[in-house]
């Protein structure tokens, strides 16, 4: 158990409307990363943070904002949903040392858009 | 460019050995996760593999561009989807499909 949470669990939604996930962890680790996992696609990065205030994009990342204002926190805002973007949504923590990334995910985030 | 391949789908019957394999294109050295996704549990980290290990790590060499995973003697507990994740200098990070594995009693 690395200390990840995430919220909501389970989120229906109304397209067009704004919608944020957070996700939590305890262990003060710098990197924080969201995925979304669709069938046929497997997991891909939407976002990722190396430090407070520090994010960057990753392979999916339109229609999609990231915030991290503290450590503990990793937010995901939707700005205006759409259906495209129903999918389950993976937090994740980096335990990183000189050359290696080992991640730890959270429970995930199931969203559907309507 | 990088990139990963896993094999769609895998059907096995109980006691059967299995590979399943990441074909990956990169540049440099990359390392290597294995990750299996249980149903309605959050992924898990099963295995690395790095350059330095890449002898100790059965049926494949990192090198090569092929790192497969072998299970010996699979359960019906062993069905889930497991991923192979290349992770490219200190951010780039690159997961396959998944290979989606079931295994009949």
């Known amino acids: 158990d690395a200390g990840i949470t995430q919220s909501p669990r389970h989120k229906v939604t109304e397209t067009g409307t704004p919608v944020t996930l957070r996700c939590h962890q305890t262990e003060n680790h710098r990197y924080m990363y969201w995925y979304r996992q669709d069938p046929g696609h497997g997991l891909r990065l939407i976002h990722y943070?190396?430090?407070?205030?520090?994010?960057d994009k990753g392979e999916v990342s339109d229609g999609y904002s990231v915030s991290r204002s503290k450590t503990e926190d990793f937010l995901l805002t939707l700005e205006s949903a759409t259906s495209s973007q129903t999918s389950v949504y993976f937090c994740a923590i980096g335990r990183r040392t000189s050359d290696r990334n080992e991640q730890f995910f959270g429970p995930g985030t199931r969203l559907t858009v309507l | 460019s990088n990139s990963v391949k896993q094999t769609g789908q895998i059907t096995v019957s109980e006691g059967a050995s299995v590979t399943m394999n990441c074909t990956y294109t990169s540049t440099g050295y990359p390392t290597l996760f294995w990750y299996v996704e249980y149903p309605s549990k959050p992924l898990q980290l099963l295995q690395r593999e790095t350059m330095e290990n890449s002898k100790n790590f059965g049926g494949g060499n990192i090198k090569d561009k092929n790192s497969p995973i072998v299970k010996y003697s699979v359960q019906v507990s062993d069905s889930a989807v497991y991923y192979c994740?290349?992770?490219?200098?200190?951010?780039?990070?690159?997961f396959g499909t998944g290979t989606r594995l079931q295994v009949f009693p």
């Open positions: 994740l290349l992770v490219c200098g200190t951010d780039k990070l690159i």
């Open positions: 943070s190396y430090g407070v205030k520090d994010t």
